[in-house]
């Protein structure tokens, strides 16, 4: 696959910035950059909390996963995927057929921090956010891993390290 125009999928638990650096990373390198909580509420017309409450995890699952298969079927995108996208091993195989997938590893206090006081995490509207978080990680950590090309670790990621990390992985095509 020429490097150019594969996909970057960023993975991680909520909070670890997968929007934020996904944006300036698609800015930098001139791809097109995709939410996949974001289409997912753009084709629904209502926001995660509504889609969880009407249809639960599981519907909102197999709504994330349809949007995953499309966006694996183009090129140029920076992809920031759903917290939970690589439980279906559907979604793992598209993201490591169709592109290069970097898992933003961020820990837990800083996970915590950023998360604490978001209402629009269904996941995380329990009495206990912190250890949900502890849980999530546990379930989630080794798929990340698993269909992770690179993993970039740490509570202060930025674009310039992601984009180095690319740069060395894939070579210059990745430089723009």
Do not use: C
């Not at 006081?117 to 009495?127: E, F, I, T, Y």
Request: glycine share 8%; charged share 30%.
């Amino acid at each position: 696959m020429n490097n150019d125009k594969r996909n970057v999928y960023l993975v991680g638990l909520m909070g670890a910035g997968k929007t934020t650096i996904g944006k300036a990373l698609a800015r930098r390198l001139a791809y097109h950059f995709v939410d996949t909580d974001h289409e997912v509420e753009a084709r629904t017309g209502v926001g995660l909390p509504t889609i969880f409450e009407i249809e639960g995890e599981d519907g909102f699952r197999r709504r994330e996963a349809q949007v995953i298969a499309e966006l694996a079927d183009l090129d140029a995108q920076v992809v920031a995927t759903g917290g939970g996208a690589v439980l279906r091993p559907e979604n793992r195989q598209n993201l490591r057929a169709s592109g290069l997938v970097i898992y933003l590893d961020v820990p837990l206090p800083t996970l915590h921090e950023r998360t604490r006081h978001d209402k629009k995490r269904p996941l995380l509207q329990v009495s206990d956010p912190r250890q949900r978080l502890r849980e999530l990680h546990a379930q989630r950590d080794p798929l990340y891993r698993e269909v992770a090309d690179l993993v970039v670790s740490g509570s202060r990621i930025t674009v310039q390290s992601v984009l180095n990390l690319l740069i060395k992985k894939v070579g210059e095509p990745w430089k723009r």
